[in-house]
């Protein structure tokens, strides 16, 4: 419940939903989309890429991995792009037990965790695409649930447009809000919802929803490179993280690049687009 001294619940929408089955790939918009036990959206970077040595690689380093597209359905994973085969994956396959190596960011250290293999066709589609050997993993629980990870990403549609009216008043050109990969895209229903709002919410819910879902807002979104990899061709320029930085340090001096914030899943239940919910502010 919001504290004494802490200002009343605001009102909010959510304006969009997305998933990303592959971890730093190409994102899907989906309608709907239930929270699963670990806390995130069921289908949500259930998949990674490998190294030849079980490192988990990403955009920032890759960063032809923002052309694969996936294509998730119940029974398959799907992976394209441009001038290649379509890759299809059984998602019912096992697939052969590997060790993956994932970067943790409080250690400073690599921890590891099992994974399943999805095999020779989807180790060289990938390495063939993306130009190194690479291989196609599907986490198990335990990486999942992994006490560093928060695994809801979101941002309010005023932060975005902000930073679009700034980029374009120094001379950039605006950007698409797939660069930022959130998961919940929020508004408000009355249009009034301020720029950086979510970085003041403590939590979101959405009352009438099946389940009840709710969301804790647990830290700020650091930024990087990534969002400077243009989706169209996977160029890699300056902007918009250099505003995105000047921004930050006005708003929060000293502090790193932040914009968004991460959250856990709490209750289950179902998101819609459109739905209309609650944000309870931060003491």
Same mark, same amino acid.
């Given at each position: 419940?919001?504290?004494?001294?802490?200002?009343?619940?605001?009102?909010?929408?959510?304006?969009?939903?997305?998933?990303?089955?592959?971890?730093?790939?190409?994102?899907?918009?989906?309608?709907?989309?239930?929270?699963?036990?670990?806390?995130?959206?069921?289908?949500?970077?259930?998949?990674?890429?490998?190294?030849?040595?079980?490192?988990?690689?990403?955009?920032?380093?890759?960063? &032809?991995?923002?052309?694969?597209?996936?294509?998730? /359905?119940?029974?398959?994973?799907?992976?394209?792009?441009?001038?290649?085969?379509?890759?299809?994956? /059984?998602?019912?396959? $096992?697939?052969?037990? !590997?060790?993956?190596?994932?970067?943790?960011?409080?250690? =400073?250290?690599?921890?590891?965790?099992?994974? &399943?293999?999805?095999?020779?066709?989807?180790?060289?589609?990938?390495? /063939?695409?993306?130009?190194?050997?690479?291989?196609?993993?599907?986490?198990?629980?335990?990486?999942?649930?992994?006490?560093?990870?928060?695994?809801?990403?979101?941002?309010?549609?005023?932060?975005?447009?902000?930073?679009?009216?700034?980029?374009?008043?120094?001379?950039?050109?605006?950007?698409?809000?797939?660069?930022? =990969?959130?998961?919940?895209?929020?508004? $408000?229903?009355?249009?009034?919802?301020?720029?950086?709002?979510?970085?003041?919410?403590?939590?979101? $819910?959405?009352?009438?929803?099946?389940?009840?879902?709710?969301?804790?807002?647990?830290?700020? !979104?650091?930024?990087?490179?990534?969002?400077?990899?243009?989706? &169209?061709?996977?160029?890699?320029?300056?902007?918009?993280?250099?505003?995105?930085?000047?921004?930050?340090?006005?708003?929060?001096?000293?502090?790193?690049?932040?914009?968004?914030?991460?959250?856990?899943?709490?209750?289950?239940?179902?998101?819609?687009?459109?739905?209309?919910?609650?944000?309870?502010?931060?003491?």
């Amino acid at each position: 419940m919001t504290g004494a001294n802490a200002p009343g619940p605001l009102a909010i929408r959510l304006a969009g939903l997305w998933i990303y089955p592959v971890k730093s790939c190409a994102g899907v918009a989906v309608t709907s989309a239930e929270l699963d036990a670990q806390g995130g959206l069921k289908g949500d970077r259930e998949w990674i890429v490998i190294n030849a040595s079980g490192e988990m690689q990403w955009q920032g380093g890759i960063p &032809r991995m923002a052309l694969v597209q996936p294509v998730p /359905d119940q029974h398959s994973l799907r992976l394209q792009a441009p001038g290649a085969p379509t890759l299809t994956v /059984d998602r019912a396959t $096992s697939g052969e037990a !590997c060790d993956v190596r994932i970067w943790n960011e409080v250690t =400073r250290a690599f921890d590891t965790f099992p994974g &399943r293999d999805a095999g020779r066709a989807s180790k060289e589609w990938l390495s /063939d695409v993306l130009g190194q050997p690479l291989r196609l993993v599907r986490l198990g629980a335990e990486a999942l649930q992994r006490r560093t990870l928060n695994p809801l990403h979101l941002l309010a549609l005023s932060t975005l447009e902000q930073l679009n009216e700034r980029l374009e008043a120094e001379g950039h050109a605006s950007v698409e809000l797939e660069r930022f =990969r959130p998961n919940l895209l929020v508004d $408000s229903p009355a249009g009034v919802l301020a720029p950086f709002a979510e970085e003041k919410f403590a939590s979101v $819910s959405w009352p009438h929803a099946p389940g009840v879902p709710r969301v804790h807002l647990a830290e700020s !979104c650091a930024r990087c490179v990534m969002v400077n990899v243009d989706l &169209r061709d996977a160029s890699v320029g300056k902007e918009p993280l250099a505003t995105v930085a000047r921004m930050s340090r006005e708003r929060r001096p000293g502090a790193p690049v932040y914009l968004g914030v991460y959250g856990r899943g709490q209750n289950g239940g179902v998101l819609t687009r459109g739905d209309l919910g609650w944000a309870e502010m931060r003491r």
